[in-house]
């Protein structure tokens, strides 16, 4: 059974910052797109940053120049570091492998004061 695990989330305040992590027993992240995603209460869950299985990274334009995606082979790990953090960013965070039906349980990143 494949599974994606989401950590890292946490309470910041306004300009702190946050590493989210995801890992999996079943996917590959090196072989695989990779987006991570959020949803804030009674919103959608939008896309928020994405990398290619050849590092091409893309943000939304709401995080561009604060967020940065990576990717540790090694160590089968995503990355969504956080910087500049604002309380519209309060979220659950989730990482998603394109093209698959594969979801986490999600991390919660809450930011105030």
């Known amino acids: 059974q494949v599974q994606l695990v989401e950590s890292g989330g946490g309470l910041v305040q306004p300009g702190g910052s946050l590493r989210l992590s995801c890992t999996s027993n079943g996917i590959t992240f090196s072989m695989s797109d990779m987006g991570w995603y959020r949803q804030a209460p009674g919103k959608q869950r939008d896309l928020v940053a994405t990398?290619?299985?050849?590092?091409?990274?893309n943000y939304a334009d709401s995080v561009k120049g604060r967020f940065a995606i990576s990717r540790d082979g090694a160590k089968n790990t995503v990355y969504l570091q956080m910087n500049s953090l604002k309380p519209e960013d309060t979220a659950v965070y989730y990482c998603?492998?394109?093209?698959?039906?594969?979801w986490g349980q999600g991390t919660q990143v809450t930011v105030s004061s």
């Open positions: 990398i290619t299985r050849r590092g091409r990274t």
């Open positions: 998603h492998p394109s093209r698959t039906e594969y």
